[in-house]
């Protein structure tokens, strides 16, 4: 909840079987309050459970639920199989990389903002490694 206040933008990945999950929506009500519009990513499509068309009809019908604005209910969406690397615009689209994802990034994340007449500042993020532990 408290990263959603460092973030420029937001992915909302959804499992294309499960549909939207308890933590989604707490997620989604977080960020929407804050006025973003996330980029809705519909994952695992390859699944022989997958029923992306249906998933894509809960994650607007949660829209709706929350309070979206009309601006966060034309929400961008995406389809993709991560594990392979793969996200398409539409499900018909041919598998080739994650270009669209990143694509929707760029057109739809605004760039941070910044004064270049400021001194130098940084936030500074430690991430460590542990073999046992993982990260």
Same mark, same amino acid.
């Given at each position: 909840e408290? @990263? !959603?206040k460092m973030v /420029?933008? +937001?992915i909302l990945l959804v499992d294309a079987a499960e549909g939207p999950l308890p933590q989604t929506k707490f997620v989604l009500r977080k960020s929407l309050s804050l006025g973003y519009q996330p @980029? +809705? +990513? @519909? /994952?695992k499509i390859d699944r022989k459970d997958a029923r992306p068309d249906a998933v894509l009809d809960e994650i607007f019908d949660l829209f +709706?639920? !929350?309070d979206a604005t009309n601006e966060q !209910?034309?929400?961008p969406v995406l389809y993709a199989v991560a594990v392979n690397g793969i996200a398409k615009e539409n499900l018909e689209d041919e598998d080739v990389d994650l270009a669209p994802l990143l694509d929707k990034i760029v057109e739809h994340v605004p760039a941070p903002e910044q004064n270049t007449e400021a001194k130098f500042k940084m936030l500074v993020s430690s991430i460590d490694w542990n073999d046992y532990v993982g990260r």
């Open positions: 408290r @990263i !959603l /420029n933008g +937001v @980029i +809705v +990513v @519909i /994952n +709706v639920m !929350l !209910l034309d929400f």
